[in-house]
């Protein structure tokens, strides 16, 4: 898939930080039944490969990207486990949109954005979403920079998640809330689902 393809997939793509291997499989299950299927299992947790790992053998539906991916390394070894996508919280120096699997970097400010552009990137990550100017931002971005579009992350939630759709410039929100850590301890995979089912109930627009 493309990484427009994948962004589009969704409206809300959710964060993952998994601590035990053994949660990862009902976890991704759980949100793809309630019709989220892109997730974002970040390099956060000593498990985090084999999380992935697990959820591209076994469940079915899911768009598996690594998240939390700080240099060209973690890119090559998100791609080497099979993810369609990463995540960076920053711009990585040297790498481009050419790359062994497709990065959504991220970006809170207009120079770094102009960095990313030139490095061919057209889709990037907007974070820390809500302290970056949240949707104000996103709306002075779209006249200097038409050609890009976001995944604002970082603050997002139900409560705001529908004004960041809205825009134009805007293919999907990422976020943890659909996946509350004490659910996820509990094995509260039914609460998971209700969660992301409200998710992907939000208008999004084409990724054009
Ligand atoms: C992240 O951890 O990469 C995102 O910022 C998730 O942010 P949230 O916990 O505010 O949704």
Redesign the pocket.
């Given at each position: 898939m493309t990484l427009d393809e994948i962004l589009a997939a969704a409206p809300v793509i959710p964060?993952l930080?998994i601590e035990d291997v053994a949660h990862a499989v009902p976890l991704g299950r759980a949100l793809v039944a309630g019709g989220l299927p892109v997730l974002e299992v970040?390099f956060r947790t000593p498990v985090a490969s084999a999380c992935i790992e697990a959820m591209i053998a076994e469940v079915e539906g899911a768009i598996v990207g690594a998240?939390?991916v700080l240099d060209g390394a973690m890119r090559q070894a998100a791609a080497d486990l099979g993810c369609e996508f990463c995540v960076s919280?920053g711009l990585i120096e040297g790498e481009r949109v050419e790359g062994p699997v497709p990065l959504l970097p991220g970006v809170a400010t207009a120079t770094e954005l102009m960095a990313g552009l030139a490095a061919g990137f057209e889709r990037f990550k907007l974070?820390?979403a809500n302290v970056a100017g949240g949707p104000a931002a996103l709306k002075a971005f779209h006249s200097p920079f038409p050609q890009a579009r976001f995944c604002p992350?970082?603050?997002?939630?139900a409560a705001n998640a529908a004004e960041y759709l809205a825009l134009s410039n805007v293919i999907c929100v990422?976020?943890?809330?659909v996946a509350p850590p004490e659910a996820v301890r509990a094995g509260d995979w039914d609460r998971i689902t209700r969660l992301a089912r409200e998710a992907a109930a939000l208008a999004q627009r084409p990724a054009g």
């Open positions: 964060v930080v970040t998240g939390t919280p974070f820390p992350t970082g603050g997002v939630s990422g976020g943890s809330w």
